[in-house]
């Protein structure tokens, strides 16, 4: 009588090799996850930092423009519960060709947030026919953190944005 031959069975489940190629995936998943979202949040930050900075410039212009462009505006005298404006011996912005500077502030916007940015704001004017005044705003931030006032950090300031408008003058 001759044996049988046995069967070879192959078992059936997860091989080193397999599990190391799950868990590659996964890793490559997860760190993908994460950039995204820290780019995300960084981004949104400085599109708070920047849409900020557009409403400070607004509110400086449209209030010196509210008083048909008078060169004895105090935006000290604008401060209030959201806003808080001081005059600031930062001359980091250059005046455009021929407008006359109204003077540098600092303004903080108080919103309770930790990680609050100060702007430096440059106001100047410029007559620029009889009647006609142009109101020039212009708004400089730290994109990279938030920067001491009473310091030098203040050569940091990577950012601006700037505003003219016009009015007409009696």
Sequence with gaps: MIPKARKIRCRRGVSLIGTMVAVAILLIALIGTSTFRYAAAFDGRKARAHTSAARVALAL??????????????????SNSDMTVSVSTWAGHENPDDFTLL??????????????????????????????????????????????????????VDKSFGLTVYTQTY
């Design 61 to 78: 212009a449209e209030s010196w423009r509210g008083i048909r462009g008078d060169v004895s505006l105090d935006p000290i005298q604008l």
């Design 103 to 156: 003077g540098n502030y600092l303004v903080v916007l108080n919103n309770d947030d930790p990680d609050s940015i100060n702007y430096y704001v440059t106001m100047s004017w410029k007559d620029v026919q009889p009647g006609l005044r142009a109101l020039n705003v212009s708004v400089a931030w730290s994109q990279r953190g938030p920067t001491d006032a009473g310091s030098k950090v203040v050569e940091f």
